[in-house]
Antibody
Framework: EVQLVESGGDLVPPGGSLRLSCVAS????????MDWVRQAPGKGLEWVGRVRNKAASHTTEYVASVKGRFTISRDDSKNSMFLQMSSLKTEDTAVYYC?????????????WGQGTQVTVSS | DTQLTQSPSFLSASIGDRVTITCRASQGINNYLIWYQQKPGKAPKVLIH???TLQSGVPSRFSGSGSGTEFTLTISSLQPEDFATYYC?????????FGGGTKVEIK
């Protein structure tokens, strides 16, 4: 069974930094791309970014609103993905979900973690 | 960026009603269109992928159709457990994007 467990969410002041973690189990982590999606309170879903698998050299993609401030990385030896967030803004307040997208030609976010809350406020 | 426009944003319906939600893309997305259902406090779950393929375990009252830039999610007979928020998402090009959501509530 696929399991994704996020941690690291907290209350941080504007301009601060935070590192989220996602520990995965139940599948071959190194074979899979991994994503982050966030959801602000009462709002819709926003894709944050992706770190590709080892075969794709762990390259990354980001949404424009976080580019240059957020960095996604992974440690395949620990089945873990990370989201390093810096220069945080109040609009970054959201639940952050770790996602395992489908592997191969079929494209969908078929496994989600429970989410971790990030609140940016003074 | 590919913008996805969902309509309506809010829908009030009764048990047994046929419900249709539309998702329009600002450019062609090669049918890489996914529909999700989200209930309060929970992560979204996949209903439909590749525009019209029913996800395993999802009831057959859910169906997806469309191509090019216009896509539709249909619930043939609304059930109590279907009251939720529905999102479309495109996986054709970066940045991956979601529609704004459609909240389905009980009339």
């Amino acid at each position: 069974e696929v399991q994704l467990v996020e941690s690291g969410g907290d209350l941080v002041p504007p301009g601060g930094s935070l590192r989220l973690s996602c520990v995965a189990s139940g599948f071959t982590f190194s074979d899979n791309h991994m994503d982050w999606v966030r959801q602000a309170p009462g709002k819709g879903l926003e894709w944050v970014g992706r770190v590709r698998n080892k075969a794709a050299s762990h390259t990354t993609e980001y949404v424009a609103s976080v580019k240059g401030r957020f960095t996604i990385s992974r440690d395949d030896s620990k089945n873990s993905m990370f989201l390093q967030m810096s220069s945080l803004k109040t609009e970054d307040t959201a639940v952050y979900y770790c996602i395992k997208p489908s592997h191969g030609a079929v494209r969908k976010f078929d496994h989600w973690g429970q989410g971790t809350q990030v609140t940016v406020s003074s | 960026d590919t913008q996805l426009t969902q309509s309506p944003s809010f829908l009030s319906a009764s048990i047994g009603d046929r419900v249709t939600i539309t998702c329009r893309a600002s450019q062609g997305i090669n049918n890489y269109l996914i529909w999700y259902q989200q209930k309060p406090g929970k992560a979204p779950k996949v209903l439909i992928h590749a525009a019209s393929t029913l996800q395993s375990g999802v009831p057959s009252r859910f169906s997806g159709s469309g191509s090019g830039t216009e896509f539709t999610l249909t619930i043939s007979s609304l059930q109590p457990e279907d009251f939720a928020t529905y999102y479309c998402q495109q996986d054709n090009s970066y940045p991956l994007t979601f529609g704004g959501g459609t909240k389905v509530e009980i009339k």
